[in-house]
């Protein structure tokens, strides 16, 4: 019978000490792309970072107790993260985005309720953020003192606390005016 089919606490925790460097790249080389009850299962660099990650904290933990000897994981060198692609949306994509968010289309009666009452909010945030490229928690870190009309600016918190001014266009200055319109109604 080969290891797989013996029940997992029939293990010993020194077998731990058994496993090689070489055992673990093993591991990390046939996770990348396995098959298991006729369903195929893939990793990428980010997983088998995590999956590491996580071999080596359990490994220092055994080792810095005194359970095991031998920590092989150290020996194995962490996977190279690969920049992801930005994936961007094409014009017609942004349109339909847009279009869907001022119709509603496709919602319940009840969403259609709470969509009627922030439809001009949920436009004044998708324009600016589609805008002009800022991230997500640059926006709801911004305040409307920090937006400026007159030089169509707004100034938002970076990445690490540094401030910076981020310029927009005809479209988005229109989308926020009609926001802080309606909010100066409803206060």
Do not use: W
């Amino acid at each position: 019978s080969s290891l797989k089919d013996i029940p997992i606490h029939d293990f010993k925790i020194t077998i731990l000490s058994e496993l090689t460097s070489f055992d673990i790249e093993e591991y990390l080389d046939y996770i990348k792309l396995y098959v298991k009850d006729g369903k195929t299962y893939t990793n990428n660099e980010r997983a088998l970072k995590r999956k590491l990650s996580a071999l080596r904290s359990m490994y220092n933990y055994f080792h810095k107790n005194k359970v095991i000897n031998e920590n092989p994981v150290l020996q194995v060198d962490m996977p190279k993260l690969h920049d992801k692609a930005i994936v961007r949306l094409d014009t017609d994509e942004v349109s339909e985005l847009l279009d869907t968010i001022e119709s509603g289309e496709g919602l319940t009666k009840k969403q259609l309720e709470s969509h009627n009452q922030l439809k001009i909010r949920d436009l004044a945030i998708l324009t600016l953020l589609l805008g002009t490229g800022i991230r997500i928690s640059e926006c709801v870190g911004l305040d409307v003192n920090d937006v400026n009309f007159n030089k169509s600016q707004i100034k938002v918190v970076r990445k690490g606390g540094y401030e910076s001014y981020v310029y927009f266009g005809d479209e988005v200055a229109e989308a926020l005016n009609n926001y802080l319109i309606e909010r100066k109604g409803k206060t």
